[in-house]
C-alpha cells in the first residue's frame, strides 16, 4: 500500500508539472500535442516514485560502474 501510494504521489507530481510547463508554453491554453508527455511524465513518475531506497541506489550504482567501465568519469554525490 505504502508502494502505491509514493507511485501515485510522484506520478501526480510529474503529470502536474508538465502539465504546467505546457500551459506557461502555450500561453494559457494546453496543446493536444502536449498530451501524451503529460501521461508519459506522470507513468514515469510512477515508476520511480514506487522504487525503494535499497532498488534506487542499486540502479545508481550499476549505472555508474557502467559508465566508469565504458571510460567516462562519474560524478557522484556520494
Excluded: D, W
Aim: glycine share 14%; aromatic share 6%.
Amino acid at each position: 500500500a505504502e508502494k502505491i501510494a509514493k507511485g501515485a504521489y510522484s506520478g501526480a507530481i510529474a503529470g502536474s508539472t508538465v502539465a504546467g510547463i505546457a500551459l506557461i508554453a502555450g500561453q494559457g491554453f494546453l496543446n493536444p500535442v502536449a498530451i501524451p508527455f503529460i501521461a508519459g511524465a506522470s507513468l514515469l513518475g510512477v515508476g520511480v516514485g514506487a522504487m525503494s531506497t535499497e532498488e534506487r541506489e542499486a540502479r545508481e550504482n550499476i549505472l555508474m560502474q557502467c559508465l566508469a567501465k565504458h571510460g567516462y568519469t562519474v560524478y557522484s554525490p556520494r
